[in-house]
């Protein structure tokens, strides 16, 4: 079954503790993307990419990092989370210029 | 920057019709549609290409006017099913979401 599979759905952790939420799609699709989707700001991208080994920041990159290693995984790495960096992520894939396919989401919340 | 959605919330009863606006202040490519559900990830919809063809999918159609940059999404006869919430996507350089449109629909 063609899938975009994030991991973890749900994560609760402290301050300043790295964590990494993973993405994988079975698609050889070329573009992924991270969202973070909070209350009444719809969704927001943090970085994307284009194809392996090729990244770039979407609108609000501050405090997150990503890798494209191989075609099929983009993780999102959160060096030092804070507060402000709880909400519901989404990641997504697509062939070039076709639709986005998400993932089920990841709702993280920093304390 | 974000294109702008509107209304932000609708409430129809079955049967009844809802139109959904999206409007960039950039020149656009494309426009997608994307419905998501209470919990669930957004689910795509369609994409309206330069051109400014109307394109449909069950009871929902869209429109894409390239020289105004802007969209519309026409729900006829909703249904049930049809709740949740609307984003657009507008596509210049890179794909960007609108703040979304809250749509519920009752008995």
């Known amino acids: 079954e063609a899938q975009v599979t994030q991991n973890p759905r749900y994560l609760i952790t402290v301050t300043g503790k790295k964590l990494t939420v993973t993405c994988s799609q079975n698609m050889n699709h070329e573009y992924m993307s991270w969202y973070r989707q909070d209350p009444g700001l719809g969704l927001r991208q943090i970085y994307y990419s284009m194809n392996v080994e090729v990244t770039d920041k979407g609108d609000v990159p501050e405090g997150y990092k990503v890798s494209r290693k191989e075609k099929r995984n983009f993780p999102l790495i959160l060096e030092s989370p804070s507060p402000n960096q709880t909400s519901l992520y989404f990641c997504a894939s697509s062939a070039l210029g076709a639709p986005l396919h998400f993932g089920n989401g990841t709702r993280l919340t920093v304390t | 920057q974000q294109p702008v959605q509107s209304p932000q919330a609708v409430i129809l009863r079955e049967g009844e019709d809802a139109v959904i606006n999206c409007s960039s202040s950039k020149a656009l490519y494309s426009v997608h549609w994307y419905r998501q559900k209470h919990g669930e990830a957004p689910v795509f919809l369609m994409i309206?290409?330069?051109?400014?063809e109307q394109k449909g999918h069950e009871k929902i159609s869209a429109s894409f006017n390239e020289k105004k940059q802007q969209s519309s999404l026409y729900l006829t006869a909703s249904q049930l099913s049809y709740s949740g919430t609307y984003f657009c996507g507008t596509e210049s350089d890179k794909l960007i979401f609108g703040t979304g449109t809250r749509l519920q629909v009752f008995p």
């Open positions: 309206l290409l330069k051109g400014g």
